[in-house]
T-cell receptor
Framework: KAGVTQTPRYLIKTRGQQVTLSCSPI?????VSWYQQTPGQGLQFLFE???????NKGNFPGRFSGRQFSNSRSEMNVSTLELGDSALYLC??????????????FGEGSRLTVL | AQSVTQLDSHVSVSEGTPVLLRCNYS??????LFWYVQHPNKGLQLLLK??????LVKGINGFEAEFKKSETSFHLTKPSAHMSDAAEYFC????????????????FGQGTILTVHP
């Protein structure tokens, strides 16, 4: 069974630009969660989507948004990029809502560098 | 409100010696607890989970953790470290936000970097 696939793996943007990251969950998984990982702040929860609905949201500004499609694939978008948005963005999928199982399957991440 | 505290940001051991990574938590209700591992440039992988069954939980790669409610701890141990264990480890708590509801959240600790010396 294929794992969680995130694209692109690496990207470089400049301040003010916007970026879209994609996540394909494991087949049959309905929940997709997004996390931001930085050396200073560690792992921070962005949002969770379950059956195309945002189920939970972390404490991030409105520049961070996401969506989930009917095939459970998910995208997240960051608009008006800032230097502090440089991070590893991790996507995780699970069969049920993440809170219910706690068993998340993570992709290898998209490393975003903002110059 | 729930929270997780990993008591050591870095732990260094020699190959073949025991590993102890400490985690304390706070939770309003009955939490589930997990340990995840992240190798360099990789995503996180579930090591083990506690969900109110046996308090001593065995995971992959020889790791185990013991849930101690009285101490609100869930420390991760391994009898003998291997070079391949060098990674970052995350303690995670899952709990309901409101009793009787299906809304909850996962909270990750800040991580412990394990270094294994030859």
């Amino acid at each position: 069974k294929a794992g969680v696939t995130q694209t692109p793996r690496y990207l470089i943007k400049t301040r003010g630009q916007q970026v879209t990251l994609s996540c394909s969950p494991i087949s049959g998984h309905r929940s997709v969660s997004w996390y931001q990982q930085t050396p200073g702040q560690g792992l921070q929860f962005l949002f969770e989507y379950f059956s195309e609905t945002q189920r939970n949201k972390g404490n991030f500004p409105g520049r961070f948004s996401g969506r989930q499609f009917s095939n459970s694939r998910s995208e997240m978008n960051v608009s008006t990029l800032e230097l502090g948005d440089s991070a590893l963005y991790l996507c995780a999928s699970s069969l049920e809502a993440a809170f219910n199982t706690g068993e998340l399957f993570f992709g290898e991440g998209s490393r975003l560098t903002v110059l | 409100a729930q929270s997780v505290t990993q008591l050591d940001s870095h732990v260094s051991v020699s190959e073949g010696t025991p590993v102890l990574l400490r985690c304390n938590y706070s939770s309003s209700y009955s939490p589930s607890l997990f340990w995840y591992v992240q190798h360099p440039n990789k995503g996180l992988q579930l090591l083990l989970k506690y969900t109110s069954a046996a308090t001593l939980v065995k995971g992959i790669n020889g790791f185990e953790a013991e849930f101690k409610k009285s101490e609100t701890s869930f420390h991760l141990t391994k009898p003998s470290a291997h070079m391949s264990d060098a990674a970052e480890y995350f303690c995670v708590v899952s709990d309901r936000l409101l009793r009787g509801t299906s809304y909850g959240k996962l909270t990750f600790g800040q991580g412990t970097i394990l270094t294994v010396h030859p």
